[in-house]
C-alpha cells in the first residue's frame, strides 16, 4: 500500500511537468503585455519596453521556462509581476475560502444527490424517479452565474436572510462563515447534485439487479438495509470516481461563483491574472491545481479499498 | 482546576462570546468600506498610473502641495516658497512636524529622491522640469531648492498635479528604487498606514489611521488642506460583479461604492438608505482613436467622414445609459464647464449625421472596402461599448469592419504597433480621458499631434503644435482662450481623435455617511459614519 | 374524387393525402414514444431549436447586431417581444440568431472532441508503446481546470467562434479519449478480437468491423453530453469575457453583458437563459434516452 502511494506520487511528477510546460508555452504564445497595463494609458513606448526589460519579459523562451522551473523544484514560485508579493503567499490567503467553498459544495451536494439518486433507482421508473430526474438535469443545464444571481435576489434582498457578497474565515466563526458561504455553495453544487444523483441513480439501478442484492431481499433484509447497506457500498466505486472527476469541474465553476458572490479564492485569482498577463501567478495557480487533481484522484483510488475490499494495491 | 473554577471560566466565556457582536458592532462605527472603481494589484503610484492606484497613494503619502476644487495648487506639505523673478530658482521649506509611518521625520533629502524618480515618468511636466534641471537640491533637513537653465513657471501645478503619476513624497531609501521598478514598502507621510500583511490584491486593501499625522489648519477642499480621517480603519472591498456591487450597497454590507453602473442608480435612487449623487464634476471625454500612418485614415478625409457619420448620442446612451443628465455632446477637446472650453472648428460633430457624404468622402480619400481593424477591449465596458458602436458606424457608412475582441492588456500591447493593420497592426480603438486631464494642453497628452511624438495614433500636424506652443506662451486668460479657440480647430480640422461625447459618473453611499465631496478621486477626509 | 354533394357555399373537404401513418405504423410509433419518451421529448426540441436557428430571419427578427441606443432597455412589449439590451438591439432576435452560434458550437464541439478523442483513444489503445504517453499527456490536460485551460486557450488566440469550438475541443477530448480506449481495451480481451489478431487481420480491419461499431453506442451519448456541456462552457466564458466576440450574439453572450442589469431588467438575462436551459435539457434528455436505448447497461460507465 506505502509503496503504491509513493509509485503513484512520483508518477504525478511527469504529469505535472507537462502540465507546466505546456501552460508555459501557452502563455508565451499568448499576446497581451503586462507591461503596458503597468505603464498605463499614458505612458509612451519606451517606458513599457523599460518595464518589460525590468521584468524580466524580453528574455527568450527556454531561458524563461527554466529560470522559473528550476526556482520551482527550490520551492520558490516567485513574485507576481503586478503586486511584487511572492506567488506561494498570494495563494495561501486565498486558499482558505475556495477550499472552504468547494468542500461545503461537495457536503451540500452529496447529501441531497445520494438520498436522491438512491430514491430515484428504488422507485425506477415511477413518476418520483422522473421528477428527480428532470430535477437533476435542470440543475445541469442552468448556468450557473444565473442560479448564483437568483439565489442572492431571493435569499438576501427579498428575504434579507444572508449577506449578497463576501467571505468570513471560519476562525471568526461558524455561523458568520456558513452564512457567506451557502448561497454560492448551493449555485456551484446544484450542478454538481445533479451528476452525482444520475450517477448514483445509474449504479443503484445497476447493483439493486445483482443477484446478492436479490439474495438479501430473498433472506428478508428490509428494503432500508438493501438499498443502504448493501447496494449503496457497492455503488459507492463509481460514486466515488466521479467525484473525483467533477473536482476539475468544481474549480471551473468556482471561478465564476467567486466572482458573483465576490470570495476572494483561487478562481478570481487565476482569472484576474490571466486577463492581466501576470506569469508567475498563472504558472503557481495551474501548477497548485493540477497537483490537487492528483492527489484528489490519488484519494479517491485509495478509498476504493475501502469501499470494495476486493481492489488491493 | 476545581469545578466551581470551571463553571465560572466557563461563564465568563459565555458572556464575553455574547458581548462579541457588540463590541464588533462597536467597532463598526470607525470603519469605512469602500468598494474602489477597479482592482488594487499595486501600491507604486509613480511606477503605474492606474487611476485606482493614484486613489489609494493619497491616503497613504502625502504631496507637496495639493488641489482644490478649483485645480489651484495649495501648499500641503510646504509651509513656504519662493520664487526667482526670472522663474528659474524655486525654494521651497517643509512644515514642521511632518513624520513617515516608520517615525523618522520627513527630510529634504527625501524630498529630493522623491522628485527625482517622479521627474522621470511623468511625461507631461516631469520629464519638462528635468530637461531644464541644473540642480535639485537639499539645502538644510527642512529646506530644497531647484536650480533651472530656463524658466518655469508652472512648478506649483507641477508638484501638486492630480493627474497621474502624482508627486508622492516617500522615504528616501524607497525613493532611489529604479523608476521602472515597483517599490516593496508603503511607507508614506500621509493620514493613513496601508496594512501590507492584511492586504489580498484583488480582494481586500486595508488602510488604518496613523496617529502621529499633523493636518494643516485649514479646512480640506479635495487635496489641499487638512486631511483629517475620522475612521480608525478604510477596507477596500474588490467587488468585481457590478450587480452584486449594487446588492451589497442595498444590504448595507458596503459603505460606499465609487462607480455605480449608472443603469442601476434609478435601482439605488429607490432604496431609502441609500444616497446617489454625480461623482466627478469633471468627468470624462470618450475617445474614438485613429490610426493616422495607414490607409484610408492617414487620408484627412476618411477621418473627417468618422466626424460627419458619428453620433455622439450613441455612444453616450451605449456608454452612460439613459440619464441624459449625466451626458453631453461636445464638439470640442476640452473639459465642458471649464474655462478654457470651445467648440470653435467643431461643426462637423454637429447637426444631423450625414452617412451619404461620409461614404463620398471615404470613396475621394481611396476607400475600397480593405478591412478595418477596430480594437475593442471587451473586460471595460467603456471601451466594449463604444467598440460596439462604433463597429455599427462603420458598418452604415460602407466600411468593412474586422472587430477584434480583446482583453485591455492586449489592446495595449497593440496599439504600440506602427505596422499596418493587416501585419498586426490597428486601425481604431477606443478609450478615455479623465477631464481633469483635459482642462488644458499641459497634461492633454492625447492632443499632442507631433508625430512620432504624439501619442498611440501618431497624429502629425504642424498647425496643432504650433498651436499648443501658442497656448503655453500665453500670459493671460484672453490670450490663453485666444489660442485654445485656434487649437481646438487645427485639432478637430486635422481629426488628431474624434470625441464620443462627455460624460459623468456616479457615486452611491448609504444615508448613514456623511461628507463625501464631487472629486475626481474619492476623498476620505471629513467623511463621517453614524 | 366522389360525387359527395356539397351544399352551396361550402366546398369539399379535401381528400387526406396518403402520407399519415397506417395504423399499423402509428402503432410502432406510439409503441417508441412509449418505451422512449425521453428520446422523444429531447429530440423534439432540439429539432424545433435548429429550425428555429435556421429560420430565424423568417421569424420577424430585426437585424440581430442593429443599435438604437436611443431605444434601450426597453421592456418586453409588442414591438420588441423580448425588450431591448443596453445598446437598443432587439433581445429577441438576439436570442433567436444566437441559437445558431450556441447549437453550432455545440455540435462542432461534440464532433470535433467526438473525432479527435476517438483516433487518438483508438491509437493508444490499440499501440502499447504510446498509450503510456498519451494517456499522462490526456492526464495532464484534465487535471488542469476546463474553464482554465479554455481561458488561457482563448487569451492565446483572437476571439471567435471558432476559436471558442477549438478551445472547448480541446478540453473535452480526454473524456472520449479515456473512453474510447476504456473499450477498447475490454474488447480486445474478446475472444473474437483476439481469435482476428491471432488469424493476421490487420489492425484497422479490426477497428472498422469489431471496435468501431461498438463504441459507437457509447460515443454517441458521451457526444450529446459534451454538446450540452459545451454550450454551458460557451455561456462561461463569455461571463468571464474570453468567449465568443461580443459583437455575435450567442446566448452566452447576451446573457453576460445584460447580468450586470438583472436586478431592474431581469428579462435580458432571462429569456436568453430560458432558451439555454431547454435546449441543453433537450440534448441532455436525448443522451440519455440514447443510453437507455442503446445499452442499459452503459449506465455504468458514463
Redesign the interface.
Known amino acids: 500500500m506505502f509503496a503504491y502511494i509513493v509509485r503513484r506520487i512520483l508518477a504525478t511528477v511527469?504529469?505535472?511537468l507537462?502540465?507546466a510546460l505546456?501552460?508555459f508555452s501557452?502563455?508565451y504564445?499568448?499576446?497581451?503585455?503586462?507591461a503596458?497595463?503597468?505603464?498605463?494609458?499614458?505612458?509612451?513606448?519606451a517606458?513599457?519596453d523599460?518595464?518589460r526589460?525590468?521584468l524580466g519579459l524580453d528574455r527568450p523562451f527556454l531561458v524563461r521556462f527554466f529560470d522559473w522551473f528550476f526556482h520551482v523544484i527550490g520551492g520558490d514560485l516567485g513574485v507576481?509581476i503586478?503586486?511584487?508579493?511572492p506567488v506561494s503567499h498570494?495563494i495561501a490567503?486565498?486558499i482558505e475560502p475556495t477550499v472552504s467553498l468547494m468542500l461545503l459544495t461537495l457536503t451540500l451536494s452529496l447529501s441531497c444527490a445520494i438520498p436522491m439518486g438512491v430514491i430515484a433507482a428504488w422507485k425506477h421508473g415511477t413518476i418520483i424517479d422522473r421528477a428527480v430526474?428532470m430535477t437533476a438535469?435542470?440543475g445541469?443545464?442552468?448556468?450557473?452565474?444565473?442560479i448564483g444571481?437568483l439565489l442572492?435576489?431571493l435569499f438576501?434582498?427579498q428575504l434579507?436572510w444572508l449577506?449578497?457578497?463576501?467571505f468570513t474565515s471560519i476562525s471568526v466563526g461558524l455561523i458568520p462563515f456558513l452564512r457567506n458561504l451557502i448561497l454560492p455553495a448551493t449555485a456551484l453544487g446544484l450542478v454538481f447534485m445533479a451528476l452525482i444523483a444520475r450517477i448514483t441513480r445509474?449504479?443503484m439501478?445497476?447493483v439493486l439487479s445483482q443477484d446478492y442484492v436479490r439474495t438479501a431481499k430473498a433472506k428478508g433484509v428490509g428494503q432500508r438495509g438493501v438499498l443502504f447497506v448493501h447496494a449503496l457500498k457497492n455503488a459507492a466505486v463509481?460514486i466515488v470516481t466521479i467525484v473525483g472527476?467533477g473536482f476539475?469541474?468544481l474549480?471551473?465553476?468556482a471561478?465564476?461563483t467567486e466572482?458573483?458572490?465576490?470570495i476572494?479564492g483561487l478562481g478570481?485569482?487565476?482569472?484576474?491574472a490571466?486577463?492581466?498577463?501576470d506569469y508567475p501567478v498563472?504558472q503557481g495557480v495551474?501548477l497548485m491545481?493540477?497537483f490537487i487533481?492528483?492527489l484528489v484522484n490519488l484519494g479517491v483510488d485509495l478509498l476504493y479499498t475501502v469501499f470494495d475490499p476486493r481492489i488491493r494495491y | 482546576m476545581d469545578r466551581r473554577d470551571f463553571l465560572k471560566t466557563a461563564a465568563a466565556g459565555a458572556v464575553s462570546a455574547l458581548a462579541a457582536p457588540n463590541l464588533a458592532r462597536a467597532a463598526g462605527s470607525s470603519v469605512l468600506r469602500f468598494i474602489p472603481q477597479a482592482n488594487l494589484a499595486n501600491l507604486d503610484p509613480i511606477w503605474t498610473t492606474q487611476y485606482v492606484v493614484r486613489n489609494g497613494a493619497l491616503l497613504i503619502w502625502d504631496m507637496l502641495y495639493g488641489v482644490n476644487e478649483k485645480l489651484e495648487p495649495q501648499p500641503q506639505m510646504v509651509e513656504s516658497h519662493d520664487v526667482s523673478a526670472d522663474f528659474k530658482t524655486w525654494t521651497f521649506k517643509l512644515r514642521p512636524g511632518l513624520k513617515f509611518h516608520d517615525g523618522e521625520p520627513v527630510r529634504s533629502k527625501d524630498v529630493v529622491a522623491s522628485i527625482a524618480r517622479w521627474m522621470v515618468r511623468d511625461a507631461t511636466m516631469g520629464q519638462v522640469i528635468k530637461k531644464r534641471l541644473d540642480a535639485l537640491e537639499a539645502v538644510d533637513d527642512r529646506v530644497f531648492r531647484f536650480r533651472l537653465n530656463a524658466p518655469y513657471s508652472k512648478m506649483l501645478f507641477a508638484l501638486g498635479k492630480s493627474s497621474t503619476p502624482c508627486l508622492f513624497i516617500m522615504p528616501e531609501r524607497i525613493a532611489a528604487t529604479d523608476p521602472f521598478k515597483q517599490i516593496s514598502e508603503y511607507v508614506g507621510s500621509g493620514p493613513m498606514r496601508f496594512m501590507k500583511d492584511q492586504w489580498v490584491p484583488g480582494a481586500k486593501a486595508i488602510f488604518e489611521r496613523f496617529a502621529d499625522y499633523a493636518p494643516r489648519a485649514e479646512k480640506a477642499n479635495w487635496l489641499s488642506g487638512g486631511k483629517r480621517v475620522n475612521f480608525d480603519r478604510i477596507e477596500w472591498n474588490i467587488v468585481p460583479d457590478g450587480a452584486t456591487a449594487a446588492a451589497a450597497l442595498e444590504n448595507g454590507e458596503v459603505d460606499w461604492w465609487e462607480t455605480p453602473l449608472p443603469d442601476l442608480v434609478p435601482l439605488l435612487k429607490k432604496h431609502a438608505n441609500v444616497a446617489v449623487d454625480i461623482a466627478d464634476p469633471l468627468g470624462n471625454i470618450g475617445s474614438f482613436r485613429i490610426n493616422h500612418l495607414h490607409p484610408p485614415f492617414n487620408d484627412v478625409r476618411a477621418r473627417q467622414a468618422i466626424q460627419i457619420a458619428l453620433s455622439q448620442e450613441d455612444y453616450m446612451g451605449a456608454v452612460v445609459g439613459s440619464d441624459e443628465t449625466l451626458w453631453k455632446t461636445i464638439p470640442g477637446y476640452f473639459t465642458p464647464d471649464t474655462p478654457l472650453y470651445s467648440e470653435v472648428g467643431g461643426e462637423r460633430l454637429k447637426g444631423k449625421r450625414d452617412y451619404e457624404l461620409a461614404k463620398k468622402l471615404l470613396a475621394e480619400a481611396g476607400y475600397k472596402g480593405e478591412p478595418i481593424v477596430l480594437l475593442v477591449a471587451t473586460d471595460v465596458s467603456i471601451t466594449k461599448a463604444q467598440g460596439d458602436v462604433t463597429a455599427d458606424l462603420l458598418k452604415r457608412i460602407g466600411m468593412n469592419v474586422e472587430y477584434t475582441a480583446l482583453d485591455w492588456g492586449t489592446v495595449g500591447q497593440r496599439r504600440a504597433k506602427k505596422e499596418p493593420p493587416a501585419q498586426g497592426g490597428w486601425n481604431i480603438f477606443h478609450t478615455w480621458h479623465a477631464g481633469a486631464d483635459c482642462v488644458n494642453p499641459a497634461p492633454y497628452i492625447a492632443l499632442n499631434a507631433g508625430g512620432d511624438t504624439a501619442w498611440f495614433g501618431w497624429p502629425k500636424s504642424d498647425l496643432v503644435q504650433e498651436k499648443i506652443d501658442a497656448w503655453y506662451a500665453a500670459s493671460d486668460l484672453a490670450g490663453e482662450k485666444k489660442a485654445i479657440d485656434e487649437l481646438n480647430k487645427a485639432a478637430m480640422d486635422h481629426v488628431v481623435y474624434v470625441p464620443t461625447g462627455f460624460f459623468k459618473g456616479y457615486q452611491a453611499w448609504r444615508t448613514n455617511v456623511s461628507g463625501i465631496v464631487k472629486a475626481p478621486f474619492p476623498v476620505f477626509w471629513d467623511v463621517t459614519k453614524t | 374524387m366522389s360525387a359527395t354533394t356539397v351544399p352551396p357555399g361550402y366546398t369539399a373537404a379535401p381528400v387526406l393525402p396518403e402520407i399519415l401513418p397506417t395504423p399499423k405504423e402509428r402503432g410502432r410509433i406510439m409503441g417508441f414514444i412509449n418505451r422512449h419518451p425521453t428520446i422523444v421529448v429531447g429530440g423534439v426540441l432540439v429539432a424545433l431549436m435548429v429550425l428555429i436557428a435556421i429560420l430565424a430571419p423568417y421569424l420577424g427578427t430585426k437585424d440581430p447586431t442593429a443599435l438604437a441606443p436611443a431605444k434601450r432597455t426597453r421592456p418586453p412589449s409588442e414591438l420588441y417581444w423580448f425588450g431591448t439590451d443596453m445598446l437598443g438591439r432587439d433581445v429577441y432576435s438576439r436570442v433567436l440568431y444566437g441559437a445558431r452560434v450556441s447549437l453550432t458550437v455545440g455540435f462542432s464541439v461534440a464532433c470535433c472532441a467526438g473525432i479527435i478523442g476517438t483516433t487518438i483513444g483508438l491509437v493508444s489503445g490499440f499501440t502499447r508503446r504510446i498509450d503510456a504517453i498519451v494517456m499522462r499527456a490526456m492526464d495532464g490536460l484534465m487535471s488542469i481546470p476546463q474553464i482554465l485551460l479554455a481561458i488561457a486557450l482563448m487569451a492565446l488566440t483572437r476571439a471567435s467562434v471558432q476559436n471558442v469550438i477549438i478551445a472547448i475541443s480541446i478540453t473535452e477530448t480526454p473524456r472520449v479519449c479515456r473512453l474510447v480506449r476504456g473499450v477498447v481495451l475490454s474488447l480486445r480481451e474478446q475472444p473474437y478480437v483476439e481469435a482476428a489478431i491471432a488469424s493476421g487481420t490487420r489492425v484497422p480491419v479490426i477497428i472498422w468491423k469489431h471496435i468501431l461499431p461498438n463504441t459507437l453506442a457509447p460515443l454517441m451519448v458521451q457526444a450529446t453530453f459534451i454538446c450540452a456541456s459545451a454550450m454551458i462552457t460557451e455561456a462561461t466564458l463569455s461571463f468571464i469575457g474570453a468567449g465568443t466576440p461580443p459583437i455575435i450574439p450567442s446566448w452566452g453572450n447576451i446573457m453576460a453583458e445584460g447580468r450586470a442589469l438583472w436586478q431592474v431588467k431581469p428579462y435580458i438575462v432571462f429569456f436568453p437563459a430560458i432558451f439555454l436551459s431547454i435546449t441543453v435539457l433537450a440534448v441532455n434528455l436525448l443522451g440519455d434516452g440514447l443510453r437507455d436505448a442503446l445499452d442499459p447497461r452503459l449506465a455504468k460507465r458514463l
Do not use: K, W
Request: charged share 15%; no cysteine; hydrophobic share 50%.
Open positions: 511527469p504529469v505535472v507537462l502540465v505546456f501552460v501557452l502563455l504564445l499568448a499576446p497581451g503585455d503586462p503596458a497595463i503597468i505603464a498605463g494609458d499614458q505612458a509612451s513606448p517606458d513599457v523599460r518595464i526589460e525590468s507576481s503586478f503586486t511584487n508579493l498570494m490567503q486565498r430526474m438535469v435542470f445541469f443545464s442552468t448556468p450557473s452565474f444565473v444571481y442572492a435576489y438576501a434582498l434579507d449577506p449578497v457578497q463576501g445509474a449504479t439501478l445497476d463509481p472527476i476539475a469541474t474549480i471551473g465553476g471561478i465564476v466572482s458573483v458572490f465576490a476572494p478570481r485569482l487565476t482569472v484576474d490571466i486577463l492581466r498577463r498563472i495551474v491545481f493540477s487533481y492528483v
